[in-house]
């Protein structure tokens, strides 16, 4: 059992910049998809971005040209580069990883972006 702990998140103000950080208890290597989704208060879950073992990249349109995903299959973590960040960025962002037919979840970090 794989165990995702987040970390990274906080208060920004709009236009800033956070990194949340994915740090996995055991490796990543055989998960064919990492990725990041959110929630915020009143919707539902949400992908923000993933990425598979190939390092090939998908985005939510909302967050296109703005995030960037990365994955280190050596040090088991998977980062999420939040540039020009906007109030409806704020959400519980939460670390996913995709094994066969399992899916494993981290418990979040929470984003706020407020001035």
């Known amino acids: 059992q794989v165990q995702l702990v987040e970390s990274g998140g906080g208060l920004v103000q709009p236009g800033g910049s956070l990194r949340l950080s994915c740090a996995a208890s055991g490796s990543i290597a055989s998960f064919y998809y990492m990725g990041w989704y959110r929630q915020a208060p009143g919707k539902q879950r949400e992908l923000v971005a993933h990425?598979?073992?190939?390092?090939?990249?998908n985005y939510a349109d909302s967050v296109k040209g703005r995030f960037t995903i990365s994955r280190d299959n050596a040090e088991n973590t998977v980062n999420l580069q939040m540039n020009s960040l906007k109030p409806e960025d704020t959400a519980v962002y939460y670390c996913?990883?995709?094994?066969?037919?399992?899916?494993?979840w981290g418990k979040g970090t929470l984003v706020t972006v407020s001035s």
């Open positions: 990425i598979t073992i190939h390092g090939i990249t």
């Open positions: 996913n990883g995709a094994r066969g037919q399992v899916n494993y």
